[in-house]
């Protein structure tokens, strides 16, 4: 079996993600095309301490992957690909993400766009080394003794086909910087810039359109407005509203659709508004960022996981470290949280895998109630499968989604969708 394992990795690292231009109409990927992890799995598996679990693992790594919801595209795949962009998409469907992502924000003309945040040009894209840097709302600052560098660049600063315009980079900026072009090298250094040359920025309804093709659920995230409300007679359930007619008017069943905001009255406007694309909105849960919250205590959490169910919310989605927690041995266990949202009644999705870099100091934030059994990367899998077999969540985003389709295929049951 050890030879087998080795063989495949070999062969895979041999392997490249051929990813076809923007203009070609081949760039799509069939339903049935052989999915591609590369080596990333195997390596992280191969890290892992002497387990029954790495056993199970090593056993799989020669057979055939298929995409699987259970492997969602976290912005696509922003591990090594500008995040939001038609690359980052593609070469999450390569790796079997059969769910991706679409931060959506707004233009200055009201129109739908793929972004993480609505203030982020300045991190994720060109803008600066453009004309439409006039048009940010803060202008390049460059550091002093006294204050970092500083920009702020908002889609709402600049019209759709300015946008359009734009070239993604990796996010990431240089506070240090004392001009634009230190300042956007700020990829963080377990990242890579290798293919951050020109990464296409997508319209919401562009990525409806290519997640058509490309066969994958899709699960929007409606961001928070970095701008007053109503927006140029745009109110916040006009922009609710606007982001589910798109669905419609591309004819994308609800089915396929998992509609998600920070905010719950987001979740509670398409309940009562929107009931057939609603009944699979996802609350993601904030609430960690209330002074008093504490995952290991229930009568810290307002609402409650009984008083969430019943506003009609079915499906919660925090942080990993909210659904995690370590017994007396320092194992790692479900979280009272966790148990909590199971016992409402609650589905769980859980973010975001491969957002921390290596594991080896302790995992960084998504990790920070199990830091003292993190110790290195393939303490990852070990997670992925207390989230998956203990917790029962059904998904799990993840900035590399070739992990999280290796776990599916290698433990879960055959993905149905």
Same mark, same amino acid.
């Given at each position: 079996?050890? #030879?087998?394992?080795?063989? %495949?990795?070999?062969? &895979?690292?041999?392997?490249? $993600?051929?990813l076809?231009? /923007?203009? *070609?109409? +081949?760039? #799509?990927i069939?339903?049935? %095309?052989?999915?591609? &992890?590369?080596?990333?799995? $195997?390596?992280?598996?191969? /890290?892992? *301490?002497? +387990?029954?679990?790495?056993?199970?693992?090593?056993?799989?790594?020669?057979?055939?992957f298929?995409?699987?919801?259970?492997?969602?595209?976290?912005?696509?795949?922003?591990l090594?690909?500008?995040?939001h962009?038609?690359?980052?998409?593609?070469?999450?469907?390569?790796?079997?993400?059969?769910?991706?992502?679409?931060?959506?924000?707004?233009?200055?003309?009201?129109?739908l766009?793929?972004?993480?945040?609505q203030?982020?040009?300045?991190?994720?894209?060109?803008?600066?080394?453009?004309?439409?840097?006039?048009?940010?709302?803060?202008?390049?600052?460059?550091?002093?003794?006294?204050?970092?560098?500083?920009?702020?660049?908002?889609?709402?600063?600049?019209?759709?086909?300015?946008?359009?315009t734009?070239?993604?980079?990796?996010d990431?900026?240089?506070?240090?910087?004392?001009n634009?072009?230190?300042?956007?090298?700020?990829?963080?250094?377990?990242?890579?810039?290798?293919?951050?040359?020109?990464?296409?920025?997508?319209?919401?309804?562009?990525?409806?359109?290519?997640f058509k093709e490309?066969g994958?659920?899709?699960?929007?995230?409606?961001?928070?407005?970095?701008?007053?409300?109503?927006?140029?007679?745009m109110?916040?359930?006009?922009?609710?509203?606007?982001?589910?007619?798109?669905y419609?008017?591309?004819?994308?069943?609800?089915?396929?659709?998992?509609?998600?905001?920070?905010?719950?009255?987001?979740?509670?406007?398409?309940?009562?508004?929107?009931?057939d694309?609603?009944?699979?909105?996802?609350?993601?849960?904030?609430?960690?960022?209330?002074?008093?919250?504490d995952?290991?205590?229930?009568?810290?959490?307002?609402p409650?996981?009984?008083?969430?169910?019943?506003?009609?919310?079915?499906?919660?989605?925090?942080?990993?470290?909210?659904?995690?927690?370590?017994?007396?041995?320092?194992?790692?266990?479900?979280?009272?949280?966790?148990?909590?949202?199971?016992?409402?009644?609650?589905?769980?999705?859980?973010?975001?895998?491969?957002?921390?870099?290596?594991?080896?100091?302790?995992?960084?934030?998504?990790y920070?109630?199990?830091?003292?059994?993190?110790?290195?990367?393939g303490?990852?899998?070990?997670?992925?499968?207390?989230?998956?077999?203990?917790?029962?969540?059904?998904?799990?985003?993840?900035?590399?989604?070739?992990?999280?389709?290796?776990?599916?295929?290698?433990?879960?049951?055959?993905?149905?969708?």
């Open positions: 079996m050890r #030879v087998a394992f080795i063989t %495949t990795l070999f062969a &895979l690292l041999a392997l490249a $993600y051929v076809p231009s /923007a203009n *070609a109409s +081949s760039a #799509v069939a339903a049935d %095309t052989h999915i591609q &992890l590369g080596p990333r799995p $195997y390596a992280l598996v191969d /890290a892992m *301490a002497p +387990s029954a679990l790495k056993d199970k693992l090593l056993a799989c790594g020669d057979k055939e298929k995409a699987h919801a259970f492997s969602i595209g976290h912005r696509g795949a922003p090594q690909f500008p995040e962009t038609r690359e980052s998409y593609l070469a999450a469907a390569r790796m079997g993400a059969g769910t991706l992502e679409c931060d959506v924000t707004f233009t200055a003309d009201k129109e766009v793929c972004r993480h945040s203030c982020d040009l300045h991190t994720t894209t060109n803008i600066l080394q453009t004309e439409l840097a006039a048009k940010c709302s803060e202008p390049f600052t460059p550091a002093s003794t006294l204050k970092p560098a500083s920009a702020k660049c908002c889609t709402s600063d600049i019209t759709l086909a300015e946008f359009k734009l070239k993604g980079k990796m990431g900026a240089n506070e240090h910087a004392t634009v072009e230190d300042y956007l090298r700020g990829t963080a250094d377990w990242r890579t810039d290798l293919y951050a040359i020109q990464g296409t920025l997508m319209t919401h309804r562009e990525s409806i359109a290519l490309l994958v659920q899709m699960t929007p995230e409606l961001k928070a407005p970095k701008v007053k409300m109503p927006f140029k007679g109110s916040q359930g006009d922009y609710a509203a606007k982001m589910i007619e798109e419609r008017q591309a004819q994308v069943p609800p089915s396929l659709v998992w509609p998600q905001s920070f905010n719950r009255d987001d979740v509670i406007y398409w309940l009562n508004h929107h009931p694309f609603a009944s699979q909105a996802v609350y993601l849960d904030g609430r960690e960022n209330g002074v008093h919250f995952h290991r205590k229930p009568h810290s959490w307002s409650n996981m009984k008083e969430l169910a019943n506003q009609g919310i079915e499906m919660i989605a925090p942080p990993i470290w909210m659904l995690l927690d370590l017994d007396t041995d320092n194992n790692i266990v479900p979280s009272a949280y966790a148990k909590a949202a199971k016992n409402a009644g609650l589905k769980i999705i859980a973010w975001s895998l491969e957002r921390s870099g290596p594991l080896e100091g302790g995992g960084g934030w998504y920070q109630s199990i830091t003292e059994a993190v110790n290195n990367d303490v990852l899998m070990q997670v992925l499968d207390v989230l998956a077999q203990e917790v029962g969540v059904s998904a799990v985003f993840s900035d590399w989604p070739a992990t999280t389709t290796y776990y599916a295929n290698c433990l879960l049951a055959a993905d149905e969708n």
